[in-house]
Structure formats: structure tokens, C-alpha cells
């Protein structure tokens, strides 16, 4: 089960649900956006850039 926070799902139902948490572009198929870990939706590479403040970010399948 995947955790989404509450900020998230309001984002979801304003129709953001593929608009970055982080950046607020659109996830693409090239970079697709995950779940952090405290439940917001953000590209992909922001959790994989060692330089960006949410490196290792990416919420963990339970
Ligand atoms: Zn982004």
C-alpha cells in the first residue's frame, strides 16, 4: 500500500495528479513521478540527483 499525504490528495482532485510536488511540471514517460516518503507526488530524477533535496526520497513499496 502506497501512502499519500492529505496536501497530495487535494492536489490529485484539483487535477495535479501528474504535476510535480517539487518542481510543478508535469511527470513524463522519460520521468515519471513517484511517492516520497512523506506522500507527495515528484519526478523521479529529483529522488535519484544526489544534488537535489530530496535524493533517496522515493517512498519504499511496504
Ligand atoms: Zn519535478
Given at each position: 500500500?502506497?501512502?499519500i499525504n492529505?496536501?497530495?490528495?487535494?492536489r490529485d482532485?484539483n487535477?495535479?495528479?501528474?504535476?510535480c510536488?517539487?518542481c510543478g511540471h508535469?511527470g513524463?514517460?522519460?520521468?515519471?513521478?513517484?511517492l516520497?516518503?512523506?506522500?507527495?507526488r515528484?519526478?523521479?530524477?529529483?529522488?535519484t540527483?544526489?544534488?537535489?533535496?530530496?535524493?533517496?526520497a522515493?517512498q519504499r513499496r511496504?
Amino acid at each position: 500500500m502506497r501512502w499519500i499525504n492529505s496536501r497530495q490528495q487535494k492536489r490529485d482532485h484539483n487535477g495535479q495528479r501528474n504535476t510535480c510536488a517539487a518542481c510543478g511540471h508535469d511527470g513524463t514517460t522519460h520521468d515519471p513521478l513517484v511517492l516520497t516518503g512523506d506522500g507527495f507526488r515528484v519526478h523521479r530524477s529529483h529522488t535519484t540527483d544526489p544534488k537535489s533535496g530530496l535524493y533517496g526520497a522515493e517512498q519504499r513499496r511496504s
